[in-house]
T-cell receptor, first 111, second 113 residues
Framework: GAGVSQSPRYKVAKRGQDVALRCDPI?????LFWYQQALGQGPEFLTY????????KSGLPSDRFFAERPEGSVSTLKIQRTQQEDSAVYLC?????????FGPGTRLTVT | ELKVEQNPLFLSMQEGKNYTIYCNYSTTSDRLYWYRQDPGKSLESLFVLLSNGAVKQEGRLMASLDTKARLSTLHITAAVHDLSATYFCAVGFYGGSQGNLIFGKGTKLSVKP
């Protein structure tokens, strides 16, 4: 069946631009997670949704980061006024129980 | 603060040899995960360990969990080149509103002929 999909797969932004990253979870998965993976590091938690409710946003690094999941399915991670330190791979994962299924990620490069 | 430490961070092995990757974590957890990541790719789930003493095996990989020692191991038997990748352990909690995983830094495994 279809897995978690993310778009775009690659994004180059000039410093100061806003970007929006999309995640399509597996159908029926209640929980959705966003992670940030810097080069050579493990993924780091950003935020967590259960259906449309954002239950934990403690990992968002600054108020320039905003995530939403208005209908409890597709989620968007928005980064405003991008900075070079935002360059990373952004991974989305969805789950129905304890198993998390990861998407292919969006590689964001801020120049 | 929960910390997850893996060692070694880099591992170069010869084909046919055995080795173990260690994952220590600092706080009681509900479950322990092992993932594989190939360069430029996403995370592939290998094992989910849910209880003390759990052992799971798939091919040349075997994972175990000791919750009292807060330690998980990933044992590689008779390594082959196809196992070259980065392996991550991650610890999860499913109480309350927490659902996220805390990852280690990863072990980059290179298997040489």
């Amino acid at each position: 069946g279809a897995g978690v999909s993310q778009s775009p797969r690659y994004k180059v932004a000039k410093r100061g631009q806003d970007v929006a990253l999309r995640c399509d979870p597996i159908s029926g998965h209640v929980s959705l997670f966003w992670y940030q993976q810097a080069l050579g590091q493990g993924p780091e938690f950003l935020t967590y949704f259960q259906n449309e409710a954002q239950l934990d946003k403690s990992g968002l690094p600054s108020d320039r980061f905003f995530a939403e999941r208005p209908e409890g399915s597709v989620s968007t991670l928005k980064i405003q006024r991008t900075q070079q330190e935002d360059s990373a791979v952004y991974l989305c994962a969805s789950s129905r129980d304890y198993e998390q299924y990861f998407g292919p990620g969006t590689r964001l490069t801020v120049t | 603060e929960l910390k997850v430490e893996q060692n070694p961070l880099f591992l170069s092995m010869q084909e046919g040899k055995n080795y173990t990757i260690y994952c220590n974590y600092s706080t009681t957890s509900d479950r322990l995960y092992w993932y594989r990541q190939d360069p430029g790719k996403s995370l592939e789930s290998l094992f989910v360990l849910l209880s003390n003493g759990a052992v799971k095996q798939e091919g040349r990989l075997m994972a175990s969990l000791d919750t009292k020692a807060r330690l998980s191991t990933l044992h590689i038997t008779a390594a082959v080149h196809d196992l070259s990748a980065t392996y991550f352990c991650a610890v999860g909690f499913y109480g309350g509103s927490q659902g996220n995983l805390i990852f280690g830094k990863g072990t980059k495994l290179s298997v040489k002929p």
